[in-house]
């Protein structure tokens, strides 16, 4: 080691040189020499090199009695014995004397560099074969944050070697393959960021549960960072659309969570960390604002573009100064490797009763099994295979336990938790940040763990039956009529990426509006004119907004911003809200505005609502949101459609209200639809085509109204049929009738999944789409492909409409 440097900043290090000082150290130097023009700020620092690990088990025969405890393991030794065993050998071992030497004058160069005196480190572990795209698992090994002095740098750089054996770093190289005496470790000094007195967190550049690559997701928690990748803390998360960020002049932050941040981690009495509760109003605080979040994201792209890859990035604010910092980076690992061609699906058989608890899905799979309840990792040969694990969070010494899992429950941890990253990492289905699953499943208690039904995890009773798919969407054929998408749950959204569909033929808002707006809009507008617990309840919903409306617009904007960035950029069609009176009547706050009618499914619904005084205030407050997503976002691929709109009159009033309110059809793309459900779209489908820019068939309302049945009547289940000549004639003369005059027709609804007879019927009929439900969406395609087949066979050409 004379002629070899055992300390090297990071300002001289590249990725060339992960052997020399690992992934960790060599990634901080990388974006510092080549991305510190680009304006990406990374805290200076310095690394002991992997040669002075070696020369630290080249002492006294340390490297041969490590060895030899690694033999007593393959042969049947208990690994926290063996772990514990080697730890203790390297920590009894001093450090070499010109290591040490090394160290304290790097540090002392560190602190004439920042004209402080002994300045916060924090000391990070980088083994040599960490952080790689085939390994993963970073955090296996020690990290120690507000070191200060040499004698406490010392000390911790020693205990960072000795974590290269602690038990669950053992045990993933035995898993992996990795040659443990072929593994060495290099420790990162950095220079602390305060964000003690801030934040900090997480970023992906995709989306981590889907592996959708157009989107930047951030997560923020107060304080060290900690307390977000070792799931102490449910955070905020902010979501950034990357093609909006090509445009100055959009807003690409298309979706903001709170999270509770309950606890923040900083500074502790003489040096080291401790964890403390957060205020009230940190709480319902968020951590960062757009501007910040778009800085973290155009940084996080710009690494991105440098690696060439997915990554998995760090970012802390510093309290003094209010800088913004990366402090490190790595590859991401888990959804980047995944073939893009196969969709891989699980479903429940049938539907299950009320969950137990729920909380943030992680991964798209179901498990089932016994609880199994623990307070601690320890006794891995008393948890069964299969079993799921139950506890409050999770720290990499619970992954020989979790490996062993079916599923994973806890009460803490957001999706970058660490928890979360290992269950993904293990193809573990898990549900995080319950707040309570350790109080109401009990040890031995079979359930079901679903993680197949959107951004919400559900933990419920019993073994339930499930069924899972693979597609390969290589082999799905490429169609003419273009088949597309009905959604409604924006959390799902991303999940479907990967399907060729053409677009959403229907995204309904009125699923965002009770799910993520969760108050009727006029109850937003006159919260006066409710009673004292609906008003309560109103202010717990909206607290720490100042304009209620604007409360609206952002959850319903950000809820319809996750849809239409899903399939960018082909067209999604947004339905305005078409709930019935007492539908809206359910929602918090609504019955004082709400008639009480005999039959709302032809009553105040649709087009008739948004001009009048009833709620023509809540129809601004959605055309505001569109307007939002289209103008701010940049997301100008959304199509705005009115349902059940009666009469030329009523479509001239609805378009007026939406100029007023700054959606005029025509400007900056926009187009608009209309349902056809009612007869009266059909027989006046030219004079409704001069106001509209093409048409959706609304086949149950259609029947509904055609034969004069009430859907959701039993007595008269077995008069409702779609596939009624009056119902299919409606349809073929609307075709035609659109098309003359340039415009589109599609259908959306669930028959075509059932019935392929009625998918070539439409295929017949020369419609220009069909949207399904996304687990139906491969069916329907072949059902079309099969169907315009056997048309071209009887050698007919289908009528074209315009996009």
């Not at 999940?495 to 509006?513: H, K, M, S, T």
Request: one cysteine or more.
């Amino acid at each position: 080691m004379a002629t070899t440097r055992r300390v090297i900043p990071f300002a001289e290090l590249g990725r060339q040189d992960v052997g020399r000082v690992g992934g960790k150290n060599a990634s901080l130097g990388e974006m510092i020499t080549h991305l510190g023009a680009a304006g990406v700020r990374v805290p200076p620092g310095f690394a002991t090199a992997a040669d002075a690990y070696r020369e630290l088990l080249d002492g006294h025969g340390l490297r041969g009695r490590i060895d030899g405890q690694l033999g007593r393991l393959h042969e049947g030794a208990a690994l926290d014995d063996v772990g514990a065993a080697i730890r203790s050998m390297i920590l009894a071992e001093p450090l070499p004397a010109g290591l040490r030497t090394e160290i304290v004058s790097a540090y002392e160069q560190l602190a004439r560099d920042l004209a402080r005196d002994e300045p916060e480190v924090a000391v990070r572990s980088s083994a040599t074969a960490e952080d790689l795209p085939e390994a993963s698992f970073a955090g296996q090994q020690e990290t120690y944050l507000n070191v200060r002095g040499p004698a406490r740098l010392l000390e911790s750089v020693h205990g960072c070697f000795a974590s290269l054996f602690t038990d669950r770093a053992i045990d993933y190289r035995e898993r992996m393959g990795f040659d443990h005496m072929s593994v060495a470790l290099s420790v990162g000094i950095q220079v602390m960021v305060r964000s003690d007195l801030e934040g900090a967190g997480v970023i992906f550049t995709l989306d981590p549960e889907s592996g959708f690559p157009e989107v930047i997701v951030v997560s923020a928690a107060w304080g060290l960072g900690e307390t977000v990748v070792s799931g102490q803390v449910d955070p905020d998360e902010y979501t950034v659309f990357k093609p909006s960020m090509k445009d100055s002049g959009t807003d690409p932050v298309i979706d903001v969570r709170i999270g509770a941040k309950r606890r923040k981690a900083v500074y502790g009495e003489g040096g080291l960390t401790r964890t403390v509760d957060t205020t009230g109003e940190e709480r319902s605080r968020r951590v960062l604002t757009d501007p910040e979040v778009r800085l973290l994201a155009d940084w996080a792209v710009t690494v991105e573009e440098h690696y060439g890859c997915p990554m998995d990035l760090e970012w802390a604010k510093d309290g003094l100064t209010g800088d913004l910092w990366i402090v490190q980076a790595r590859p991401e690992t888990v959804q980047s490797l995944r073939r893009t061609s196969t969709l891989r699906r699980c479903r429940l058989s049938a539907t299950p009763g009320e969950a137990l608890v729920d909380g943030i899905a992680v991964g798209e799979a179901i498990g089932r099994g016994p609880v199994v309840a623990l307070d601690s990792p320890a006794g891995l040969d008393r948890f069964p295979a299969g079993g799921v694990l139950v506890t409050g969070i999770t720290d990499p010494d619970w992954e020989p336990i979790m490996k062993r899992a079916s599923a994973i429950v806890t009460d803490h941890g957001g999706r970058t938790s660490h928890a979360a990253i290992v269950s993904r990492e293990l193809g573990v289905p898990a549900v995080v940040g319950t707040g309570l699953a350790t109080r109401v499943l009990g040890d031995g208690q079979d359930v079901t763990v679903s993680c197949a039904e959107g951004a919400r995890g559900h933990v419920y009773a019993g073994l339930l039956a499930y069924e899972e798919t693979e597609i390969d969407l290589a082999d799905l054929p490429a169609t003419r009529t273009r088949v597309m998408l009905n959604l409604a749950d924006p959390s799902a959204a991303f999940r479907w990426w990967r399907l060729p569909a053409d677009g959403v033929g229907l995204a309904r808002l009125e699923f965002i509006v009770a799910h993520q707006v969760k108050a009727h809009p006029m109850a937003l507008l006159y919260p006066e004119r409710l009673d004292g617990a609906d008003r309560r309840a109103i202010e717990e919903l909206t607290e720490g907004c100042l304009d209620r409306g604007q409360y609206f617009v952002d959850r319903l904007a950000h809820g319809v911003a996750r849809i239409a960035a899903s399939r960018w950029p082909a067209p999604v069609v947004v339905r305005t809200s078409d709930f019935k009176t007492n539908e809206y009547a359910r929602l918090l706050g609504g019955r004082p505005f709400e008639p009480v009618e005999a039959n709302p499914m032809i009553g105040w619904r649709g087009a008739s609502r948004y001009y009048s005084d009833g709620y023509r205030e809540g129809f601004a407050l959605e055309c505001r949101a569109l307007r939002r997503v289209r103008e701010e976002m940049g997301l100008t691929n959304v199509i705005v459609m009115i349902p059940f709109c009666r009469t030329l009159e009523e479509a001239d009033r609805v378009l007026e209200v939406m100029a007023e309110e700054g959606l005029r059809r025509g400007e900056n793309g926009l187009k608009v639809y209309v349902m056809a459900e009612i007869p009266a779209n059909v027989i006046l489908a030219q004079d409704f085509a001069e106001r509209f820019d093409g048409f959706s068939v609304g086949s149950n309302d259609l029947t509904q109204l055609t034969l004069g049945v009430d859907r959701d009547s039993e007595a008269l289940a077995h008069v409702f049929d779609e596939t009624d000549p009056a119902v299919t004639r409606s349809i073929e003369i609307l075709v035609p009738r659109a098309h003359s005059v340039g415009r589109t027709v599609g259908l959306c609804g669930q028959r075509p999944s059932d019935d392929p007879a009625f998918t070539e019927f439409l295929v017949k009929t020369g419609i220009d789409s069909i949207s399904v439900a996304p687990d139906s969406f491969a069916a329907v395609k072949q059902h079309v492909a099969a169907a315009e087949a056997a048309r071209e066979g009887q050698g007919r050409t289908a009528p074209s409409g315009t996009q």
